[in-house]
């Protein structure tokens, strides 16, 4: 499995950015898919999901109406596409499949998200 996120940056707030995350090494089409972040001082939290199909997802409430999840089975990659930034959105932002343990599973280097003014 290789996961490489990329697309971060930083951005003031209200303001957008897309990520990808390009993968390999498994079947990505019969994936579910998610995004985490893992803010300054802060456990990794999984913030949004996707099914293998693309038709299905689901949000935690801090991101909710802010956020979109998408993929493109075809490129084997997976997208987040963030709105309406916030400060506290600041964050490394991972892909991976739903459930990964921090210690023990296996993790892209991530992609650095910083919102500031």
């Known amino acids: 499995v290789q996961l490489v996120e990329s697309g971060g940056g930083w951005v003031q707030p209200g303001g957008s950015l897309r990520l990808s995350c390009t993968t390999s090494g498994f079947t990505f089409s019969r994936s579910v898919m998610s995004w985490y972040r893992q803010a300054p001082g802060k456990e990794r939290e999984l913030i949004t999901t996707?099914?293998?199909?693309?038709?299905?997802?689901n949000y935690v409430d801090s991101v909710k109406g802010r956020f979109t999840i998408s993929r493109d089975n075809a490129k084997n990659t997976v997208y987040l596409q963030m709105n309406s930034l916030k400060p506290e959105d600041t964050a490394v932002y991972y892909c991976?499949?739903?459930?990964?343990?921090?210690?023990?599973?296996?993790w892209g280097q991530g992609t650095q998200v910083t919102v500031s003014s």
């Open positions: 991976n499949f739903p459930g990964r343990r921090v210690v023990g599973d296996y």
């Open positions: 996707i099914g293998s199909g693309g038709t299905i997802t």
